[in-house]
């Protein structure tokens, strides 16, 4: 009998900016992709602006960029997390930010 396959953890993180310019959100996004990008155990990962297009009550638009990060396991993530590149890249953007959510699932 095999042993039931753990999770994969869905990272999402949005950032609003102090500065919300096109610049600043793509400044933001080429970080992400230089310092977020593959580390072991990432299944998928992207990063893009605020989607003009997508303007629907129900949609959130209290954002201006958006990560997302599909890890194997939980124990990938707590790998990552405390990489040298993602803790690089929080001490390089921080001061960027007037907020971070994080949106974290455990999906089959």
């Not at 999770?7 to 999402?12: D, G, Q, T």
């Not at 080429?30 to 893009?48: F, N």
């Not at 129900?58 to 990552?80: I, Q």
Request: charged share 25%; net charge negative; hydrophobic share 35%.
């Amino acid at each position: 009998m095999s042993s039931p396959v753990p999770p994969m953890l869905v990272h999402n993180v949005y950032f609003t900016l102090h500065d919300g310019s096109l610049e600043a959100c793509q400044k933001l996004v080429e970080s992400c992709r230089k310092h977020l990008t593959g580390h072991p155990g990432v299944m998928y990962s992207s990063a893009g602006v605020l989607s003009d297009s997508l303007a629907r009550p129900v949609n959130d638009r209290e954002f201006d960029v958006g990560l997302h990060v599909v890890f194997r396991s939980m124990a990938d993530h707590d790998a990552y997390q405390k990489h040298p590149r993602h803790l690089q890249f929080i001490e390089e953007n921080k001061p960027t930010w007037r907020m971070v959510r994080v949106f974290d699932a455990e999906v089959d």
